[in-house]
């Protein structure tokens, strides 16, 4: 089965599911060796996020500049440690891949 996102065409199947997709972008779960990760695009000029999980959180930033609890970002990986509160905010579109551990 897929499903087209703006001018992308996402096949999902049990190991991918589409989590949101909105005026901001869209959110992908994927399965890989058993762990979950996020792929996250993101539209210029918007913002995700705004909380904090109680796991630590990595983010690789595949595409686009990003600023991470106000601050532009130039690293390509972002380590949040648990109950940090994080917000991010799209300067241009960006693709990002989210982890937990």
Known sequence: MKNGIGNLSIPVDNYMKL???DNRGFIISFI????EYLLI???ANNYRAGHSHDK????????????WNN?????FLIRTMPNEYHKMYSITD????????
Do not use: P
């Not at 960006?94 to 551990?101: F, T």
């Open 19 to 21: 989590i949101q997709a």
């Open 41 to 43: 695009y993101t539209k």
């Open 32 to 35: 890989l060796k058993r762990k």
């Open 94 to 101: 960006s693709l990002i891949i989210e982890w937990k551990e």
């Open 56 to 67: 630590t959180q990595f983010n690789v930033i595949i595409e686009g500049d990003i600023m």
């Open 71 to 75: 601050k532009i970002i130039k690293d």
